[in-house]
T-cell receptor, first 116, second 114 residues
Framework: AQKITQTQPGMFVQEKEAVTLDCTYDTSDQSYGLFWYKQPSSGEMIFLIYQGSYDEQNATEGRYSLNFQKARKSANLVISASQLGDSAMYFCAMREGTDNFNKFYFGSGTKLNVKP | DVKVTQSSRYLVKRTGEKVFLECVQDMDHENMFWYRQDPGLGLRLIYFSYDVKMKEKGDIPEGYSVSREKKERFSLILESASTNQTSMYLC?????????????FGSGTRLTVV
């Protein structure tokens, strides 16, 4: 079974509007971490936001927030006030357990296009 | 600024060649990883290392090997390159003590095997 599922291969959003990128995960561990990365056309993966499985509040980093619904095993990324520079691929990732070499699982990504 | 550096941005190699992809990090991270990225498949783990001279197979190790002789350097080796290894290769590193920071990635190497 897929550990991380991103069901939106591509999305469009109007500049200055908010957008939600979906992510569901599958794990039987109680301790895990969820991450979102941005990959612009240059290719480099940029860390955006982190949510721990025991965190009670949703993580926020500037215009990024993570809508964490533990019972539903979803970790959607919300980008507020979209900008043209937000056009990129976005990957959801998960690290399970407490391995000391924290192996990650990645989803297949969502390509976001911000329209002017 | 902390960095993961991959030696080549673009590479073109011939079928059957032995190919070396180099990755160096300057953050004193314990863990290093090699992924390949293909459209629609996301990132797939090839090999990882949690210490010098230690290596573990990831999800798709066939046709690859790795070397970690020094903490800062993790090399991916394609023993005999094939066209189905044409892909984007991403190196990453992470710290045991700063798990919440996730990975730091290099800029990637786009390898074409002809």
């Amino acid at each position: 079974a897929q550990k991380i599922t991103q069901t939106q291969p591509g999305m469009f959003v109007q500049e200055k509007e908010a957008v939600t990128l979906d992510c569901t995960y599958d794990t039987s561990d109680q301790s895990y971490g969820l991450f979102w990365y941005k990959q612009p056309s240059s290719g480099e993966m940029i860390f955006l936001i982190y949510q721990g499985s025991y965190d009670e509040q949703n993580a926020t980093e500037g215009r990024y927030s993570l809508n964490f619904q533990k019972a539903r095993k979803s970790a959607n990324l919300v980008i507020s006030a979209s900008q043209l520079g937000d056009s990129a691929m976005y990957f959801c990732a998960m690290r399970e357990g407490t391995d000391n070499f924290n192996k990650f699982y990645f989803g297949s990504g969502t390509k976001l296009n911000v329209k002017p | 600024d902390v960095k993961v550096t991959q030696s080549s941005r673009y590479l073109v190699k011939r079928t059957g060649e032995k190919v070396f992809l180099e990755c160096v990090q300057d953050m004193d991270h314990e863990n290093m990883f090699w992924y390949r990225q293909d459209p629609g498949l996301g990132l797939r783990l090839i090999y990882f290392s949690y210490d010098v001279k230690m290596k573990e197979k990831g999800d798709i190790p066939e046709g690859y090997s790795v070397s970690r002789e020094k903490k800062e350097r993790f090399s991916l080796i394609l023993e005999s390159a094939s066209t189905n290894q044409t892909s984007m290769y991403l190196c990453a590193s992470s710290s045991d003590s700063q798990f919440y920071l996730g990975y730091t990635f290099g800029s990637g190497t786009r390898l074409t095997v002809v």
